[in-house]
T-cell receptor, first 111, second 113 residues
Framework: DAGVTQSPTHLIKTRGQQVTLRCSPK?????VSWYQQALGQGPQFIFQ???????QRGNFPDRFSGHQFPNYSSELNVNALLLGDSALYLC??????????FGSGTRLTVV | DAKTTQPPSMDCAEGRAANLPCNHS???????VYWYRQIHSQGPQYIIH?????ETNEMASLIITEDRKSSTLILPHATLRDTAVYYC??????WGAGNMLTFGGGTRLMVKP
């Protein structure tokens, strides 16, 4: 049983560019959450998607947006990249009666 | 969700028990205590959770004080592979969709040979 799959694993972008990160949830999970983890800090909640809608959002600017597809997979989009957006981006899937499972993350470096 | 306080780092000798404390003095009656760990370059991994009774699984034991204001995660026989950052999280839902997990700084556990 595959767990949460994230792609790509590493990415280098230039300041001002746009980036799309992808997540496939664990089998049986219908909810996807995204977290940002800066170096040396705990993960910070970005937003959560359920039934193809954003259900909850953390304290992140509108440059951060997402999407969930009918097969429950999800994308995280970040526009107008800043140097401070460099971080590990984690995707976690869950469902009503099953706890969170995290992917290994995408390491984004903005130069 | 209640805020948690953990020591920033701890050391443990390989083969000995690792006892990781967590203070959650503002916890409310319907809030659960969760523990996750994050091994370097991986996503957080669920360890255990509880409401008010002590819990044990194949990975660890969770001891929650009677007043529920603090808890201790116990790794009974720590190995080098247990070296990780351990996060104590308090939230008001047992599982799944709904509220997010609020991570603090965690405790960096170093298991030494």
């Amino acid at each position: 049983d595959a767990g949460v799959t994230q792609s790509p694993t590493h990415l280098i972008k230039t300041r001002g560019q746009q980036v799309t990160l992808r997540c496939s949830p664990k089998s049986g999970h219908d909810t996807v959450s995204w977290y940002q983890q800066a170096l040396g800090q705990g993960p910070q909640f970005i937003f959560q998607y359920y039934e193809e809608e954003e259900r909850q959002r953390g304290n992140f600017p509108d440059r951060f947006s997402g999407h969930q597809f009918p097969n429950y997979s999800s994308e995280l989009n970040v526009n107008a990249l800043l140097l401070g957006d460099s971080a590990l981006y984690l995707c976690a899937s869950s469902s009503r009666d099953r706890g969170y499972t995290f992917g290994s993350g995408t390491r984004l470096t903005v130069v | 969700d209640a805020k948690t306080t953990q020591p920033p780092s701890m050391d443990c000798a390989e083969g000995r028990a690792a006892n990781l404390p967590c203070n959650h003095s503002t916890i409310s009656g319907n809030e659960y205590v969760y523990w996750y760990r994050q091994i370097h370059s991986q996503g957080p991994q669920y360890i255990i959770h509880g409401l008010k009774n002590n819990e044990t699984n194949e990975m660890a034991s969770l001891i929650i004080t009677e007043d529920r204001k603090s808890s201790t995660l116990i790794l009974p026989h720590a190995t080098l592979r247990d070296t990780a950052v351990y996060y104590c999280i308090v939230r008001n839902r047992p599982w799944g969709a709904g509220n997010m997990l609020t991570f603090g700084g965690g405790t960096r556990l170093m298991v030494k040979p």
